[in-house]
């Protein structure tokens, strides 16, 4: 059965650091590229960042760039996102989420995805 | 970026009813456009691939089409587990977007 995990949301004050994991479980992590994708109170989704299969390619959206780094550990089947600098407009459900790369390309739809962790940024 | 517009943002439906959500993009995209179904306190849950593939395990009810840069969801005869909210995504860039999501209520 494919898992995935998400650990290390909490409550930090505007300015601060923190790090999310994503563990996954039931599938050939190496066989799929991963994304974080959150979601503010109330409001609808936003993709944040993916990292390829091999974690050689990072993308961002233009909101964290320069502030969330992604990365993945193969030997522990697990994706992270490292965010500082956080904001108070941070402050989200943060999903990750599976997706396929092959030989003929990505396949940006997310098929699975983990239960959330809240991120709340506030004093 | 690619931005994605939905229609409506809300309505109101009653059990057995055909609903009809629209997205439109703002570039051509060509058919890389994905339905994902949501409910209060879950994740996103993948419905429709590539503007009009059934992803596995989701009901034949549904169903994606595509015009240009206008995609529609269908859902034929909706039922009590299918009020929910429902989102659009463009997966043709890198830098993926959503649609901003409709909310179907009950009647």
């Known amino acids: 059965e494919v898992q995935l995990l998400e650990s290390g949301g909490d409550l930090v004050q505007p300015g601060g650091s923190l790090r999310l994991s994503c563990a996954a479980s039931g599938f050939t992590f190496n066989n799929y590229a991963m994304t974080w994708v959150r979601q503010a109170p109330g409001k609808g989704l936003e993709w944040v960042s993916s990292i390829s299969r091999d974690g050689t390619t990072t993308s961002y959206a233009d909101s964290v760039k320069g502030r969330f780094t992604v990365s993945r550990d193969s030997s522990k089947n697990t994706v992270y996102v490292e965010m500082n600098s956080l904001r108070a407009e941070d402050t989200a459900v943060y999903y990750c989420?599976?997706?396929?790369?092959?030989?003929?390309?990505?396949?940006?739809?997310?098929?699975?995805w983990g239960q959330g962790a809240l991120v709340t940024v506030s004093s | 970026d690619i931005q994605m517009t939905q229609s409506p943002s809300s309505l109101s439906a009653s059990v057995g009813d055909r609903v009809t959500i629209t997205c439109r993009a703002s570039q051509t995209i060509g058919t890389s456009l994905n339905w994902y179904q949501q409910k209060p306190g879950k994740a996103p849950n993948l419905l429709i691939f590539d503007a009009s593939s059934l992803q596995s395990g989701v009901p034949s009810r549904f169903s994606g089409s595509a015009s240009g840069t206008d995609f529609t969801l269908t859902i034929n005869s909706l039922h009590p587990e299918d009020f929910a909210t429902y989102f659009c995504q463009q997966s043709y860039s890198n830098l993926v977007t959503f649609g901003p999501g409709t909310k179907v209520d009950l009647k």
């Open positions: 989420a599976r997706y396929y790369c092959g030989g003929s390309g990505c396949y940006r739809n997310y098929d699975y």
